[in-house]
């Protein structure tokens, strides 16, 4: 697992950077949405990672929390890029498998041009992420982020 130190706003937004570069690069012979799960307590940086990221796939619309909403989708507008939509939720406020199937989650899971960055993926049965990024307030500039990529079943 790698760890990583975020003493600042700039320092996430490379770090976004730097991941979408290293991590979300291919395509090549996917079958489904590439899904992130962001675990962390409110105000670790989930948001904020979300957000720069968008950026960096070229999306100018504002990026809030979904977290009224559960759910809001990005045009990604950069030609040439491997995905056509950044989907962000907010699953915390989710009550079971009714308001799972409001998000046509299986849908939106099936397209390979999907990049789904999920905030509190364990209130999701059976989410089968690609990554897993851990992220942890450590004082009021500063959070570390811990990720590794996830094992995936054969097919996937």
């Known amino acids: 697992m790698k760890k990583e130190r975020i003493p600042s706003l700039e320092a996430m937004d490379r770090f ?3 991941f979408k570069a ?19 307590d409110l105000g670790s940086g989930k948001t904020t990672f979300v957000r720069s990221l968008a950026h960096h796939f070229g999306i100018s619309s504002r990026v809030t929390s979904p977290t009224f909403v559960i759910e809001k989708r990005y045009a ?23 308001d799972e199937d409001t998000l046509l989650l299986e849908e939106t899971l099936a397209d390979p ?3 789904l960055c999920i905030e509190w993926p364990e209130n999701i049965k059976d989410l089968e992420a690609d990554h897993e990024l851990f992220f ?4 009021d500039h500063t959070r570390t982020v811990s990720f590794d990529e996830c094992e995936k079943k054969p097919g996937k």
Do not use: M
């Open 76 to 98: 990604v507008s950069k030609p040439n890029e491997i995905f056509r939509k950044l989907i962000h939720i907010d699953a915390y406020r989710l009550d079971g498998a009714h």
């Open 136 to 139: 942890e307030f450590v004082d």
């Open 113 to 115: 041009q999907n990049l």
């Open 16 to 18: 976004s950077e730097n």
């Open 22 to 40: 290293t991590y979300l690069h291919s395509a090549e012979k996917r079958t489904h949405a590439t899904v992130l799960a962001l675990f962390g």
